[in-house]
């Protein structure tokens, strides 16, 4: 049976007061593939409805990252055998929100309207969305909205490319320290007791060393695969040298973790990348293999115990309007974001 959120959502007041969602929200959707500019617009839609198992989330804040891009550009080709070939399956994108429960479906137990939470759904950029309960996680007290809603695929990924691998004391580098993963990377390694060197270009030094880096390297100034010092793990999410060569900045051993790079070709993207760490991964040990990640529940109620435990803070690049979806796309394709870029949709507390 299905919980028709829009028209009917629950009052019980063990749950919490609910007002009646309206019927159309505004969302940003595509019917084709290409530049954000060129294909994404602000249109009137559908709320969506929820299941017994799904709450409604009205969207406070929305976060972005390189999956999006994928999504609306439809690049690399291969990928739309996943997303829609001719077509997005799914014509709002995003994955990212925070924001305030609307409404409940009959078998939600874990919330109720009005908490405030954090999450990953689909149609992130839109005033409101749905999902199963276990999707969402109550919001962090010590982070605003907006930071919450960066606490998502970035800061999962990062932590599950960490997460036992780093012991307390190792030597920890993380290359491309200053973007959405490399912000969350770093603190979640230090977290763990690593020793963390951060790599990143001569504007982003300042920031790196102030989420908790304890050196920084300026690769514009120095190739940390040439130096003398040698990491017992490195998270390398530019790709930006040879897999041999960045393992010549390893211990006897250490493990390299390539996270596919930023760039790739129309067709396969990174593929490339993925099937020759794959290869050679079979053959040292020294390398890691790749490695396929996906949001869980779990992995947020982990990530909001480092962030109350003032272990981790989300950095923010900077925010748009839901309007400007497309600039903010834009921001992220660019490569320099410096931490993660914000979707304001809107105040949940108001109309």
Same mark, same amino acid.
């Given at each position: 049976?299905t919980a028709?959120?829009?028209?009917?959502?629950?009052?019980?007041s063990?749950?919490?007061?609910?007002?009646?969602?309206?019927?159309?929200?505004?969302?940003?959707?595509q019917?084709?593939?290409?530049?954000?500019?060129?294909?994404?617009?602000?249109?009137?839609i559908?709320?969506?409805?929820?299941?017994?198992?799904?709450?409604l989330?009205r969207?406070?804040?929305?976060?972005?990252?390189v999956?999006?891009?994928?999504l609306?550009k439809?690049?690399?080709?291969?990928?739309r055998?996943?997303?829609?070939?001719r077509?997005?399956?799914?014509?709002v994108?995003?994955?990212?929100?925070?924001?305030?429960?609307?409404?409940?479906?009959?078998?939600?137990t874990?919330?109720?309207?009005?908490d405030?939470?954090?999450?990953?759904?689909?149609?992130?950029?839109?005033?409101?969305?749905?999902?199963p309960q276990?999707?969402?996680?109550?919001?962090?007290a010590?982070l605003?909205?907006?930071q919450a809603?960066?606490?998502?695929?970035?800061?999962?990924t990062?932590?599950?490319?960490l997460?036992?691998?780093?012991?307390?004391?190792?030597k920890v580098l993380?290359?491309?320290?200053?973007g959405?993963l490399?912000?969350?990377?770093?603190?979640?390694?230090?977290?763990?007791?690593a020793?963390?060197?951060?790599?990143?270009?001569?504007?982003?030094?300042?920031?790196?060393?102030?989420?908790?880096?304890?050196?920084?390297?300026?690769?514009?100034?120095?190739?940390?695969?040439?130096?003398?010092?040698r990491?017992?793990?490195?998270?390398d999410?530019?790709?930006?040298?040879s897999?041999?060569?960045?393992?010549?900045?390893?211990?006897?051993?250490?493990?390299?973790?390539?996270?596919?790079?930023?760039s790739?070709?129309?067709?396969?993207?990174?593929?490339?990348?993925?099937?020759?760490?794959?290869?050679?991964?079979?053959?040292?040990?020294?390398?890691?293999?790749?490695?396929i990640?996906? =949001?869980?529940? @779990?992995?947020?109620? !982990? *990530?909001?115990?480092?962030? &109350? #435990?003032?272990?981790?803070?989300p $950095?923010?690049?900077?925010?748009y =309007?839901?309007? @400007?979806?497309?600039? !903010? *796309?834009d921001?992220?394709? &660019? #490569?320099?974001?410096?931490?993660? $870029?914000?979707?304001?949709?809107?105040?949940?507390?108001?109309?």
């Amino acid at each position: 049976m299905t919980a028709q959120a829009t028209a009917s959502p629950t009052t019980n007041s063990e749950r919490g007061q609910a007002v009646p969602a309206p019927t159309l929200m505004k969302a940003i959707a595509q019917d084709t593939y290409g530049s954000p500019a060129d294909v994404l617009r602000v249109q009137d839609i559908a709320v969506p409805a929820i299941k017994d198992d799904e709450v409604l989330v009205r969207v406070h804040t929305a976060s972005v990252h390189v999956g999006d891009l994928v999504l609306v550009k439809g690049q690399p080709y291969i990928a739309r055998m996943a997303v829609g070939m001719r077509k997005p399956k799914n014509p709002v994108p995003g994955t990212d929100v925070a924001g305030t429960v609307e409404a409940v479906g009959n078998a939600v137990t874990q919330m109720r309207p009005g908490d405030e939470v954090f999450g990953w759904c689909t149609g992130a950029f839109a005033e409101y969305v749905s999902a199963p309960q276990d999707h969402f996680v109550s919001k962090p007290a010590n982070l605003t909205l907006e930071q919450a809603a960066a606490v998502g695929v970035s800061a999962s990924t990062a932590l599950q490319l960490l997460r036992d691998r780093v012991q307390p004391g190792q030597k920890v580098l993380i290359n491309g320290a200053s973007g959405g993963l490399g912000t969350f990377a770093v603190q979640i390694a230090k977290a763990f007791g690593a020793e963390v060197t951060g790599v990143c270009s001569t504007k982003n030094v300042d920031m790196v060393r102030s989420i908790g880096a304890d050196h920084v390297i300026d690769y514009t100034r120095e190739d940390f695969t040439q130096g003398g010092q040698r990491y017992d793990f490195i998270l390398d999410n530019v790709a930006n040298h040879s897999l041999s060569a960045t393992r010549r900045a390893l211990s006897p051993s250490g493990t390299l973790q390539s996270n596919n790079g930023t760039s790739g070709g129309r067709w396969f993207g990174t593929m490339g990348t993925v099937i020759k760490t794959a290869i050679v991964s079979k053959f040292t040990r020294r390398q890691a293999g790749p490695s396929i990640k996906f =949001p869980n529940r @779990e992995d947020l109620v !982990a *990530l909001r115990d480092l962030i &109350e #435990g003032g272990k981790v803070t989300p $950095v923010i690049d900077g925010t748009y =309007p839901l309007s @400007e979806t497309a600039g !903010a *796309l834009d921001r992220v394709n &660019e #490569g320099h974001a410096r931490g993660t $870029v914000v979707i304001t949709v809107g105040d949940p507390g108001h109309d």
